[in-house]
Every structure is written in structure tokens, then in C-alpha cells.
């Protein structure tokens, strides 16, 4: 069955970075456009990034451009966020998704806690 797992979240103060992991399985990983969304204390969900099969292309959420990089290792079959010069409003469960050939998605990782705070 598909199973994704991240991990890496935790506690950082603002401006600290953090990297965190989707490990995927179950399903053919290269062969899907992945995403990371994430939703902040009494907030909905905010999408943050996808990437593309290959990992050749990124696209990014206005409020993280420039700060998160998104990244892939197919032979891994692991997903990747760097976040660098992290602020408080970052705080949140970051969540893995597949993304289906209509661009929605269909499988979810049960998320991890990142909390940007002094």
C-alpha cells in the first residue's frame, strides 16, 4: 500500500534552518509529481511546493520563495524541504501528498510538527 512517512520537523528558532524528509513507498515515486502543503495552528491548508518527476523543476508558494527548496531522490524514493531563514508564520504540520495526473491529490503522510519560535 502507499505509505508516506516524513520526518525532520521540530522546534527552531526564527531565522534557523530545518530539512525535512518524505520517505515514499508503495507506488512507483519517480513516475509522480510530489508536493509539500502545510497548515498552521487554526488555519486551512496552504500549499508550499511541488516539483516535477524528474526534480528538474520547482514551483513555490509566494510567502516561502527564496527561503524553501524543494528537492527529490528517486533512486531513494525520497522527497526533501529545505527551509532556511525560517519565521515564525512557518510554523505548522508539514504534510508530503502525491499528486495524481489530474493534479490532485490522493495519498497523504500523517505530517510533521515545525515550530519556528524563540
Known amino acids: 500500500q502507499v505509505q508516506l512517512v516524513e520526518s525532520g520537523g521540530g522546534l527552531v528558532q526564527p531565522g534557523g534552518s530545518l530539512r525535512l524528509s518524505c520517505a515514499a513507498s508503495?507506488?512507483?515515486?519517480?513516475?509522480?509529481?510530489m508536493n509539500w502543503v502545510r497548515q498552521a495552528p487554526g488555519k486551512g491548508l496552504e500549499w508550499v511546493s511541488d516539483?516535477?518527476?524528474?526534480?528538474?523543476?520547482?514551483f513555490y508558494a509566494d510567502s516561502v520563495k527564496g527561503r524553501f527548496t524543494m528537492s527529490r531522490d528517486n533512486a531513494k524514493n525520497t522527497l526533501y524541504l529545505q527551509m532556511n531563514s525560517l519565521k515564525s508564520e512557518d510554523t505548522g504540520v508539514y504534510y508530503c501528498?502525491?499528486?495524481?495526473?489530474?493534479?490532485?491529490?490522493?495519498?497523504w503522510g500523517q505530517g510533521t510538527q515545525v515550530t519556528v519560535s524563540s
Open positions: 508503495g507506488f512507483t515515486f519517480s513516475s509522480y509529481w
Open positions: 501528498a502525491k499528486e495524481t495526473s489530474r493534479g490532485e491529490y490522493d495519498y
Open positions: 516539483i516535477n518527476i524528474s526534480g528538474s523543476t520547482t
